[in-house]
């Protein structure tokens, strides 16, 4: 008896240890693993091998297929197939790095193996490898600029930047511009990382020994070998206008919430002009803005004042970076940027997913495991945090699992006669 009593206090004990650690066991048939992390290279066929889950698990092949494994993803995405013949987690589609997770990195897509008799979960992770397969791409391939002969050198001209949807050493680096017997250009970055170019006059120009001159400008990502995508400057030097236009600031910052109407008022910018008539008259535009700003913002050219055109989604873009560009009537402009913070609503309901249903179920028999489901919310921050509930006058009771996993059980043994059936509503 007294070797029962120890046994029976060291099992109390590990069931503690295990409710510590957020594993739940069910009469010692559920359990959590070691975090799994794997990774494979975007664009491999379907089929290809990541790993061989039975020998990670130190499992037999067969007690996969008895066990009835399955992978599991979130939001039920079909991206592996498990071979339970041989063990081999495998591609079940060709991976593109940029479509799953566009500048995030690492990209990392989580998922869960789960077994059962006795249930068990095993997280694992996959990390998609980035591969050059993007060339840098600019948003104009032709770009024209009227600088002022009288412009000293040493002067910064802003230019239009390119875009490549690789990221790390694969995205853009650096760009560069031929001829340049006048200009040099510098590449800078911005808050997020992506680089644009600069153009600095070196020699002072001349209207009347050439009027205009046309250079290239190239953007290469840092590949082996590198890729390139190339753009067209044309040059007009004109006569003195002496004062560009100047922004009250050089950077805006504004927050909207992203269920705001339509021609909501965002910002209005603000730039002044010391020089007179033609020279002094000031219209505003986008600088190089891109197809997804000029479709959900509008920009009055005469007061300056941005609006809202087309309804927002924090959960697809929650940061615009917005360049605009005042010029005056003799070619001269300024330059100013607005960053747009959109502030999450709570607008995405939860989302459940069924893993697993077990009904019927016996009667007179202890807890046992009648559903295993998942949840989750698009939403961020409180707004995406899920709380599960049933009904309170069941025998039953939810139990949380590993990471966003519950199990739906019953609280002891069922009587058939007493109560044939139960319909559970997961709230």
Same mark, same amino acid.
């Given at each position: 008896?007294?070797? =029962?009593?120890?046994?029976a206090g060291?099992? /109390?004990f590990?069931?503690?240890? !295990?409710v510590l650690?957020l594993?739940?066991?069910l009469g010692?048939s559920l359990a ?12 491999k066929e *379907? ?15 067969g007690e996969?297929?008895? *066990?009835?494994a399955q ?10 197939q ?7 987690l495998l591609?079940?589609?060709k991976?593109?790095?940029?479509e799953?997770?566009?500048p ?9 193996? #789960?077994?059962q008799?006795?249930l068990?979960?095993?997280? =694992?992770?996959? !990390? &998609?490898?980035?591969v050059?397969?993007h060339?840098?791409?600019f ?6 600029l009227?600088? &002022?002969?009288?412009?000293p050198p040493?002067?910064?001209?802003? @230019?239009?930047s ?6 790390? /050493?694969?995205s ?10 006048h200009f040099?250009?510098?590449? /800078? ?11 600095v006059l070196?020699?002072? @120009?001349d209207?009347?020994? !050439?009027p205009?001159?046309v250079?290239?400008?190239?953007? @290469?990502?840092?590949g082996?070998?590198p890729?390139s995508g ?5 040059i007009?030097?004109l006569?003195i206008?002496?004062?560009a236009p100047?922004f009250?600031q050089?950077?805006?910052e504004v927050?909207?919430?992203e269920?705001?109407p339509?021609n909501?008022?965002?910002?209005? &910018?603000?730039?002044s002009?010391l020089?007179t008539?033609?020279f002094?008259a ?15 913002? !509008? ?19 929650n940061?615009?970076?917005v ?14 940027t &607005?960053?747009v ?5 709570n607008d995405?309901p939860?989302?459940l997913t069924?893993?697993?249903v077990?009904s019927?179920?016996?009667?007179n ?6 559903a295993?489901?998942?949840v989750?919310d698009?939403?961020?921050g409180?707004n ?7 009904q309170?006058?069941?025998p039953f009771l #939810?139990k949380?699992?590993?990471?966003n996993f519950y ?8 009587d /058939?006669?007493?109560?044939a059936e139960?319909?559970i509503?997961?709230?």
């Open positions: 008896m007294a070797e =029962n009593a120890m046994e060291g099992e /109390r590990f069931k503690q240890r !295990q650690l594993f739940v066991f010692g959590g693993s070691e975090l799994k992390r794997y990774s494979v290279a975007e664009e *379907r089929g290809f091998l990541i790993a061989n889950l039975a020998k990670d698990l130190g499992l037999r092949v996969l297929s008895a *066990r009835g992978v599991v993803s979130k939001g039920n995405k079909q991206h592996f498990l071979n339970h013949q041989t063990g081999d591609l079940n589609e991976l593109d790095r940029e799953l997770c566009g995030t990195e690492p990209c990392m897509l989580h998922f869960q193996i #789960l077994l008799n006795p068990q979960f095993i997280t =694992n992770e996959l !990390q &998609v490898i980035d050059n397969d060339s840098p791409v948003f104009e391939d032709k770009m024209q009227k600088i &002022v002969e009288s412009t040493g002067t910064v001209i802003p @230019l239009g390119a875009e490549d949807l690789d990221v790390g /050493r694969n853009l680096q650096n760009y560069t511009i031929a001829p340049n017997s040099h250009v510098l590449t /800078r970055s911005r808050r997020d990382g992506r680089k644009y170019p600069e153009l070196d020699k002072a @120009l209207r009347e020994e !050439q205009e001159l250079l290239t400008l190239t953007a @290469l990502d840092g082996s070998p890729q190339t753009a067209q400057i044309h007009l030097v006569d206008n002496d004062n100047e009250a050089s950077l805006y927050q909207i919430l269920n705001s339509i909501s008022a965002i910002v209005t &910018v603000s730039a002009d020089d008539g033609n002094g000031i219209s505003y535009a986008f600088f190089h803005a891109s197809e997804e700003i000029i479709k959900t913002f !509008q920009l009055n050219p005469i007061t300056g004042e941005m609006q809202l055109v087309k309804y927002l989604n924090f959960e697809a873009i940061t615009y970076e360049d605009i560009e005042a010029k005056d009537g003799g070619g001269l402009s300024g330059k100013s &607005v960053i913070q959109v502030v999450d609503v995405n939860p989302e069924l893993s697993s077990n019927p179920i016996p009667e028999t202890g807890e046992t495991v009648v295993v489901f998942s989750s698009l939403d961020s409180d995406g945090k899920v709380m599960c509930s049933i309170d006058n069941l #939810l949380p699992s590993v990471e199990t739906l059980m019953s609280e002891g043994p069922l /058939r006669e007493s109560q139960y319909n509503t997961i709230t």
